[in-house]
């Protein structure tokens, strides 16, 4: 019942742009920040852009300052994260994850403390 539904991911050549969504359901989405994650194959998970449940601040790593936009609409219960000028190294499955409001704002995207739903995870693949 409680779920987060990723969708978007696809395949596209580097400079292209992809929207990821990730659409809530069976739990009050407004109450929670969202971040998102990204593993590729032999890395770490790393935080990639978060926002807080009011939608009033955003982070993001320095690797995707600038191309990436994160926004939500609490009435849609929807995130989105608009990938712009895509290049090779930010191909990997992408997550989304809900972290509860209490979860001090300084640790969104540097940790996974506070993390109480993932969704499943979308494919960007990024390649000539």
């Known amino acids: 019942q409680l779920q987060l539904v990723e969708s978007g991911g696809g395949s596209v050549q580097p400079g292209g742009s992809l929207r990821l969504s990730c659409a809530a359901s069976?739990?009050?989405?407004?109450?929670?920040?969202i971040s998102w994650f990204r593993q590729a194959p032999g890395k770490e998970r790393e935080g990639v852009s978060c926002i807080t449940s009011n939608g009033a601040f955003t982070k993001y790593a320095e690797s995707v300052k600038g191309r990436f936009t994160i926004s939500r609409d609490n009435v849609k219960k929807t995130v989105y994260l608009q990938m712009d000028n895509l290049s090779v190294e930010d191909t990997a499955v992408y997550y989304c994850?809900?972290?509860?409001?209490?979860?001090?704002?300084?640790?969104?995207?540097?940790?996974?403390?506070?993390?109480?739903?993932w969704g499943q995870g979308t494919q960007v693949t990024v390649s000539s």
């Open positions: 069976g739990f009050n989405f407004e109450y929670f920040h």
């Open positions: 994850a809900a972290v509860d409001r209490v979860t001090p704002i300084q640790v969104l995207c540097v940790n996974e403390w506070g993390i109480d739903h």
